[in-house]
């Protein structure tokens, strides 16, 4: 049997034995409330400093994220409607050229 076989199998019988004796452990309310919380906080304290860095990057003058995201927008937009514009022009011309 080759070394990674060996390997392989030993691993696969160490995590079903972790799993199993873990499982009680991770599932139980004493720490599945904590770990809520915590993960609430962390939340929280993500929305606060990506509002606080919006207001710096506005404060300098330069556009945040999400200026950013609707010039893109307004940009694909243009876009989208110049092709339908060109597209409207050619079909135009056949027209003219058939005539």
Do not use: Y
């Not at 049997?1 to 199998?9: D, F, I, R, S």
């Not at 409330?33 to 990506?50: D, I, R």
């Not at 609707?70 to 135009?92: P, V, Y």
């Amino acid at each position: 049997m080759n070394l990674w076989k060996t390997w392989k199998t030993a691993f696969d019988a160490w995590e079903n034995n972790t799993a199993q004796m873990l499982d009680p452990i991770v599932r139980s309310a004493r720490v599945l409330e904590p770990a809520g919380s915590a993960l609430s906080a962390a939340m929280k304290l993500k929305s606060m400093t990506n509002r606080a860095s919006a207001a710096w990057w506005s404060a300098i003058g330069l556009p945040t994220r999400r200026d950013q995201e609707r010039a893109l927008h307004k940009l694909n937009t243009l876009e989208s409607r110049i092709l339908d514009l060109e597209e409207q022009l050619e079909d135009a011309n056949a027209t003219q050229a058939v005539k």
